[in-house]
């Protein structure tokens, strides 16, 4: 009987094989890297709706603190209203009251960064407005220019007034203290410590004059900072605002 040879398999079929597993490795690799992608943008998006979430919140919180501070005022009127015939005039603290949406635009004339020595824009602007009441907010920044001299610092605060009132003599000129500084910033800048001092000179000053002083000292609470000690959280504003019409008795 004839003797069948074995038959050679050939090197084709086994590249292919390989070729064939290599295709199916990457095919797997590449869903699970897309399964993982998918991932993290599922992770990133509800991230996005968290946060969009927690800024629904705040707004909504926002509005309960202001219907809450047109209770406190009585009559029924927002606080929009109540200051319909004012204008907040300073800096980054003032200029809050109508990021936060608590005042109109047209009672609120501030700048970031401003100081008692720049105010010629301003005034112009106010005087466009031409509103019954003033309050003036300013020395966040002046106690820096200033270095902790208070004499100089009234010495600018006297002369913003005298011009405010020169520009706009029928309007009552109000003064807000300025507040205290919290944390890192406080450490940073050693002319925050003595706030309280410049706050009792420009007391002072005020009485000179007879002008109202508006404290806010004992109104504010360390919760009510943002991160940076400095500047004031939304929901502030409004106690703000009800602490100003209180003691003008808008």
Same mark, same amino acid.
């Given at each position: 009987?004839?003797?069948?040879?074995?038959?050679?398999?050939?090197?084709?079929?086994?590249?292919? /094989?390989?070729?064939?597993?290599?295709?199916?490795?990457?095919? @797997?690799?590449?869903?699970?890297?897309?399964?993982?992608?998918?991932?993290?943008?599922?992770?990133?998006?509800?991230?996005?709706?968290?946060?969009?979430?927690?800024?629904? #919140?705040?707004?909504?919180?926002?509005?309960?603190?202001?219907?809450?501070?047109?209770?406190?005022?009585? /009559?029924?009127?927002?606080?929009?209203?109540? *200051?319909?015939?004012?204008?907040?005039? /300073?800096?980054?603290?003032?200029?809050?009251?109508?990021?936060?949406?608590?005042?109109?635009?047209?009672?609120? @004339?501030?700048?970031?960064?401003?100081?008692?020595?720049?105010?010629?824009?301003?005034?112009?602007? #106010?005087?466009?407005?031409?509103?019954?009441?003033? *309050?003036?907010?300013?020395?966040?920044?002046?106690?820096?220019?200033?270095?902790?001299?208070?004499?100089?610092?009234?010495?600018?605060?006297?002369?913003?007034?005298?011009?405010?009132?020169?520009?706009?003599?029928?309007?009552?000129?109000?003064?807000?203290?300025?507040?205290?500084?919290?944390?890192?910033?406080?450490?940073?800048?050693?002319?925050?410590?003595?706030?309280?001092?410049?706050?009792?000179?420009?007391?002072?000053?005020?009485?000179?004059?007879?002008?109202? *002083?508006?404290?806010?000292?004992?109104?504010?609470?360390?919760?009510?900072?943002?991160?940076? /000690?400095?500047?004031?959280?939304?929901? *502030?504003?409004?106690?703000?605002?009800?602490?100003?019409?209180? #003691?003008?008795?808008?």
């Amino acid at each position: 009987m004839r003797r069948v040879k074995p038959r050679r398999i050939g090197w084709l079929p086994i590249v292919s /094989g390989i070729v064939v597993l290599l295709l199916v490795g990457i095919t @797997v690799i590449e869903a699970i890297s897309n399964r993982t992608r998918n991932r993290v943008d599922v992770s990133e998006g509800l991230a996005l709706i968290e946060a969009a979430q927690k800024s629904d #919140v705040t707004a909504i919180e926002l509005k309960i603190q202001s219907l809450d501070a047109q209770d406190e005022l009585g /009559g029924g009127r927002s606080l929009k209203e109540i *200051f319909a015939s004012s204008v907040i005039m /300073g800096d980054s603290m003032a200029q809050g009251f109508a990021e936060y949406d608590i005042l109109n635009a047209s009672s609120v @004339v501030a700048d970031i960064g401003i100081s008692l020595t720049d105010l010629n824009d301003q005034i112009e602007r #106010v005087r466009e407005i031409n509103p019954q009441y003033i *309050f003036m907010t300013y020395g966040a920044n002046d106690v820096l220019t200033t270095d902790g001299d208070v004499e100089i610092f009234i010495e600018q605060y006297r002369n913003a007034l005298r011009e405010v009132q020169a520009q706009l003599p029928n309007a009552r000129v109000l003064v807000n203290s300025i507040f205290p500084v919290r944390g890192e910033t406080l450490e940073k800048y050693v002319a925050y410590q003595q706030v309280e001092e410049y706050n009792q000179a420009l007391r002072e000053l005020c009485d000179r004059l007879q002008i109202t *002083f508006v404290d806010n000292t004992e109104i504010v609470k360390d919760t009510d900072y943002e991160a940076d /000690g400095l500047h004031l959280k939304s929901l *502030f504003y409004p106690k703000w605002a009800v602490n100003m019409a209180e #003691v003008t008795s808008l």
